[in-house]
């Protein structure tokens, strides 16, 4: 599948993603299985979205559908303003799974999407190992993947998704297979480096204090087929501290999602 070169956004007052009454319907061999169904909503530049919804609910489905990676069915999606048609070059991404090459060290992982561009190694080897100070890896430039925690090997494949500049950032629940406190601190991490990148992020979650913690808008899908329910503001100040996941404020909006989430997951 070709990625398309950057696209300018000639308009920053245009939502750079837009989804319009989006469907997504998979063969199964019978009438099709339906994964989400009219979903509308506007992503801008420098937001940080999180999704949430229940098990089932087309949230990895919407994620790759924006990384042009799925074609939806019926509906529109607009990338600064053009149809998103496929993959595009500024528009990265991070699965739960690291996906790193194991014969790779941290740095020839990073470097890779560079490689592929065909930047001199030079070049691609000064910014990877900006990458790596970034993502707090300095010192195990030439570790390999089976020597690394589950925590640092996704700090590898932010880099690597980081490292060619990308406009957005999508992440499938990065963090989903950590244990609780690894998860946390991953979590202080990544706002770390999205205040000094400020990318345009959306990241698949199922975690509300996570999603609170990390967004300035949440957005809550329905059991399949995934509907959008919410659409939830997360007016909580920045920079966010460990300790406001304690405050009132922080329990009434975990109260909303998580009366937004049960009502979803009810069999229609």
Same mark, same amino acid.
Request: charged share 20%.
């Given at each position: 599948?070709?990625?398309?070169?950057?696209?300018?956004?000639?308009?920053?007052?245009?939502?750079?993603?837009?989804?319009?009454?989006?469907?997504?319907?998979?063969?199964?061999?019978?009438?099709?299985?339906?994964?989400?169904? @009219?979903?509308?909503?506007?992503?801008?530049?420098?937001?940080?979205?999180?999704?949430?919804?229940?098990?089932?609910?087309?949230?990895?489905?919407?994620?790759?559908?924006?990384?042009?990676?799925?074609?939806?069915?019926?509906?529109?999606?607009?990338?600064?303003?053009?149809?998103?048609?496929?993959?595009?070059?500024?528009?990265?991404?991070?699965?739960?799974?690291?996906?790193?090459?194991?014969?790779?060290?941290?740095?020839?992982?990073?470097?890779?999407?560079?490689?592929?561009?065909?930047?001199? @190694?030079?070049?691609?080897?000064?910014?990877?190992?900006?990458?790596?100070?970034?993502?707090?890896?300095?010192?195990?430039?030439?570790?390999?993947?089976?020597?690394?925690?589950?925590?640092?090997?996704?700090?590898?494949?932010?880099?690597?998704?980081?490292?060619?500049?990308?406009?957005?950032?999508?992440?499938?629940?990065?963090?989903?297979?950590?244990?609780?406190?690894?998860?946390?601190?991953?979590?202080?991490?990544?706002?770390?480096?999205?205040?000094?990148? @400020?990318?345009?992020?959306?990241?698949?979650?199922?975690?509300?204090?996570?999603?609170?913690?990390?967004?300035?808008?949440?957005?809550?899908?329905?059991?399949?087929?995934?509907?959008?329910?919410?659409?939830?503001?997360?007016?909580?100040? @920045?920079?966010?501290?460990?300790?406001?996941?304690?405050?009132?404020?922080?329990?009434?909006?975990?109260?909303?999602?998580?009366?937004?989430?049960?009502?979803?997951?009810?069999?229609?």
């Amino acid at each position: 599948m070709a990625v398309s070169p950057h696209i300018v956004n000639p308009n920053p007052s245009i939502p750079i993603l837009q989804v319009s009454e989006l469907s997504a319907v998979f063969s199964n061999g019978q009438q099709g299985l339906q994964a989400l169904d @009219r979903v509308t909503f506007s992503v801008y530049t420098e937001e940080f979205i999180c999704v949430l919804g229940p098990s089932g609910s087309g949230k990895s489905t919407l994620l790759r559908i924006l990384a042009g990676l799925l074609p939806l069915t019926t509906g529109e999606l607009f990338y600064c303003g053009q149809p998103l048609t496929g993959p595009q070059g500024d528009i990265g991404v991070v699965f739960q799974k690291s996906n790193l090459m194991p014969w790779r060290t941290v740095l020839e992982n990073i470097t890779l999407p560079l490689e592929l561009r065909r930047v001199p @190694r030079a070049e691609a080897l000064r910014q990877a190992q900006e990458m790596v100070e970034l993502v707090g890896l300095t010192g195990f430039e030439t570790t390999l993947p089976r020597d690394l925690s589950g925590g640092m090997a996704q700090r590898v494949a932010i880099a690597r998704a980081l490292i060619h500049d990308p406009r957005v950032l999508l992440l499938d629940e990065p963090f989903g297979s950590l244990d609780a406190l690894t998860r946390e601190r991953m979590g202080s991490e990544l706002l770390r480096i999205w205040q000094h990148r @400020r990318k345009t992020v959306i990241m698949v979650t199922h975690s509300i204090s996570e999603a609170l913690f990390l967004a300035d808008r949440v957005l809550v899908l329905s059991r399949r087929p995934g509907q959008l329910r919410l659409d939830l503001p997360v007016d909580l100040p @920045r920079p966010r501290q460990e300790q406001m996941r304690y405050t009132p404020a922080f329990g009434e909006l975990a109260r909303q999602l998580r009366s937004t989430i049960e009502d979803a997951t009810e069999i229609l």
